[in-house]
């Protein structure tokens, strides 16, 4: 259900963006999910849909998904790495003393118009 308020504040984002830049319609809108975020994008796509069926800038923009590899760094020797799935342990020194330090659940990259 977060999915609900996510995809709201990106709306909102979309549109100030819009008014910002001048744009008369958004066409295609490229996103960044962190991967261990568990958000959605068939739900996102629906409250989107939902959101923006009378809205003339937005409405029938393509949402574009991209899932980023799992960022961590380790609190022992400070290795920052990339994963795919997560492993709890630093592939440098073998520590299960770590963090994971993807900042954003979902982020905007660009929009087009």
Known sequence: MHEYS??????????DVAKKNNLKKISKVNIDLNPIANIEP???NFYYEFMTKDNKLLKGA???????????E????????KID??????????SS??????????????VET
């Open 97 to 110: 003393n770590i963090k994971n330090i993807n900042i954003d659940d979902i982020k905007i990259i660009s």
């Open 42 to 44: 068939d739900s996102i």
């Open 62 to 72: 393509e949402l574009i998904f991209s899932i980023q590899r799992i960022k961590i």
């Open 6 to 15: 996510i995809t709201s504040s990106m709306v909102n984002i979309l549109e």
């Open 85 to 94: 799935e997560f492993v709890p342990k630093c592939p440098k020194c073998g």
């Open 74 to 81: 380790c609190r022992n020797c400070s290795d920052i790495f």
